[in-house]
Structure formats: structure tokens, C-alpha cells
């Protein structure tokens, strides 16, 4: 193994070090700012998340996140029962419906980036915005790589 490689997998090794301390402390800061409201970390994703991408089965949606349809699916179903989502056909997949938002739905999301862009601000960071555009591309890259790995047979 070449230096370059031995460096590259160190840097490697502090980021994956980094990004588990960042999801604990990014969990953190949610439990904090929506302590008021019944928002727990995966319901609010759910609906950024198609806020943000749209329409999704709920195969689709659990793939995103590494979980089984099967683990996944009450989670969908409470925020339905709650009228955040809705099940619509899905002409590509006749047994697989489409969730959307409703509107109470995306009343929330809009109530969420509002609340989560105040706790933002409050951050002190000295980075500049293409340094976190950057931040942003390196961890897109490796999460993506990592996918790929996932995928593979064993």
C-alpha cells in the first residue's frame, strides 16, 4: 500500500469519525428544537424528504434510509393516520402506492425549515459557502461509493 492510500484511508477514517459525532449532535439539536411538537428525528425526515423529492413508494423511501419496507411502513402509516401523508395509485406499480404530502403536510415542512433555519443561524461556523458546497460534494461521494459497496454480493 502507497502512502497516498494509507493517507487518503485515514482521512477517510476521521470523516466517517466526524459524520457519526455530527448525526449524534444533528439528533441532538432536533430533539432540542422540536421538543414542543410530536416530530421525532425519522417523522420529520419522512416529510423533508418528500418535500424535497416528491412523490415515493414506500419501498423507495426505506432504500434511502438502509431499513426493510417492512420496518418502514408503520412509520408511514402513523403520519397518514395523522393526515401528514396520503397513499395514491402509482401507475408505474399498481400495488405499490405513491406517498405525498397533504396539505396539513406540507404545513409542516414549512413550519419545520423554519424552525430548524432558526436553530442554524444561531451556528457559528467560519467556513464559507463553497467550503460547505464542497463539505457537502466529498460527503455525497462517499455515502454514494458506500452505496455501491452495500449493493455488492457478498
Known sequence: MTQRHNDKSRALGVLFDECVLLYLRLTALAAKIH???PLSGPRRTVLASL??????????MARRRAQSRQRFQPLVNALIAEG???AVPNAAHKQSPLIVLTSRGRKTVERIHKIEQAGRSRLRIKATAPQVEESVAVIREVRLA?????REKA
Open 35 to 37: 421538543r414542543k411538537g
Open 51 to 60: 418535500a424535497e423529492s416528491g412523490p415515493q413508494t414506500v419501498a423507495q
Open 84 to 86: 401528514l401523508l396520503q
Open 146 to 150: 458506500l452505496e455501491g459497496v452495500l
